[in-house]
C-alpha cells in the first residue's frame, strides 16, 4: 500500500504564505496498491488536486475508483464537482458513506450552487450506503462510528498483513465510541487521526468532535500503532503551530507526524 496526503486541512480551505507548507486543501486520503487500483478517504477540495494529476497521468482506458465518505460536512465532500474523473465516460465512481449519501450530492449539485446535476455528468456515478465491511481490490476496508456531530465513520483498511486507519473529525466521549476506535486501532501500521484543537482549545470547544495531539498519541500507545500521521489541522493554525504540535506529539510517541499536501506513505 502506499498513501497520499491530497488535503490535510479541516474546516475550510485556506490560503496564506504561512501555511504552505502543510497545504491549505481539505480532508482526501488516497491509498493505492496499483496504478487502477485505489481507494479514496473524503472528497474534501484535495480530491480536485487529485483529479488533476491523475489527469496528467494520462490513465488510458476504463478507470475504477471507489470513494469513502467519513461524513457529510462541507469540508468532506465540496471537492467533488471539480473533481475531473466526473466528467469521463471511462470512470466508473463509487461512493460509499452514511445513510444518506446519494441525496446530499443530488441536493448539492443543482442550481443555483452547481451548473450540471450529478446525474447528468458522464461518468458512471453511484452511491451506496456502507455499514458493513466490504472488499475492494483485495482489502478489507471496516468502517466504524466515531464520535462527531451528526456521525462520522472511521475506516480500517486490511491489505496483505498491513492495516491503515482513517480516523478524523472525531472526540474521545469516554465511553463506548472511545472503545471501539481503540479496537479498530489495534496494531495499525499508519492511524490517520483527527488532532485539529491545541490542548487549550479543547477545554473550550467540547462537543465540536474534534481530537488533540494528545489524544492521537494516548490512542497510537495503548494499540500498538506503528506511525501516527496528524491530521485535520485546524485552519487558523499556521506553519509553525502545526511544527509545534508535531513536536509535542513527538515527545509523547515518537513516530509521529504532522500530514501535509502530497506526503507519501509506504506501508
Known amino acids: 500500500m502506499k498513501v497520499r496526503i491530497w488535503g490535510a486541512r479541516g474546516s475550510v480551505p485556506c490560503f496564506s504564505k504561512k501555511k504552505s507548507h502543510f497545504g491549505t486543501n481539505t480532508s482526501c486520503v488516497e491509498i493505492k496498491f496499483s496504478d487502477k487500483e485505489r481507494l479514496i478517504f473524503d472528497a474534501g477540495t484535495g480530491i480536485v488536486s487529485m483529479g488533476n494529476h491523475l489527469s496528467l497521468k494520462n490513465l488510458k482506458g476504463e478507470q475504477t475508483l471507489y470513494l469513502f465518505l467519513s461524513h457529510f460536512h462541507w469540508d468532506h465532500i465540496q471537492g467533488l464537482p471539480f473533481f475531473k474523473p466526473v466528467f469521463s465516460k471511462d470512470a466508473s465512481i463509487h461512493i460509499f458513506g452514511k445513510e444518506g449519501t446519494e441525496m446530499v450530492f443530488s441536493s448539492q449539485m443543482i442550481e443555483p450552487f452547481y451548473p450540471v446535476p450529478i446525474k447528468a455528468l458522464p461518468a458512471n456515478i453511484t452511491t451506496n450506503h456502507i455499514n458493513s465491511p466490504m472488499n475492494v481490490w483485495g482489502a478489507k476496508v471496516i468502517p466504524f462510528p466515531l464520535n462527531h456531530p451528526q456521525g ?47 490542548l487549550e482549545e479543547a477545554k473550550v470547544r467540547v462537543g465540536w468532535g474534534h481530537s488533540t495531539w494528545k489524544d492521537c498519541t494516548e490512542v497510537s500507545k495503548k494499540c500498538g500503532v506503528k506511525k501516527l500521521i496528524l491530521f485535520h489541522h485546524d485552519p487558523f493554525h499556521d506553519d509553525n503551530s502545526v511544527f509545534e504540535k508535531e513536536a509535542f506529539a513527538q515527545r509523547a510517541f515518537r513516530n509521529s507526524f504532522s500530514a501535509f499536501e502530497e506526503m507519501q506513505i509506504d506501508v
Not at 462520522?152 to 472525531?170: H, M, N, P, S, W
Not at 486501532?185 to 488532532?195: G, T
Open 152 to 198: 462520522a465513520l472511521g475506516y480500517r483498511i486490511e491489505y496483505d498483513k498491513r492495516v491503515v486507519v482513517y480516523a478524523t473529525d472525531t472526540e474521545p466521549d469516554g465511553g463506548r465510541l472511545d472503545e471501539i476506535l481503540l479496537e479498530n486501532c489495534k496494531n495499525a501500521d499508519i492511524l490517520i487521526m483527527d488532532s485539529n484543537n491545541s
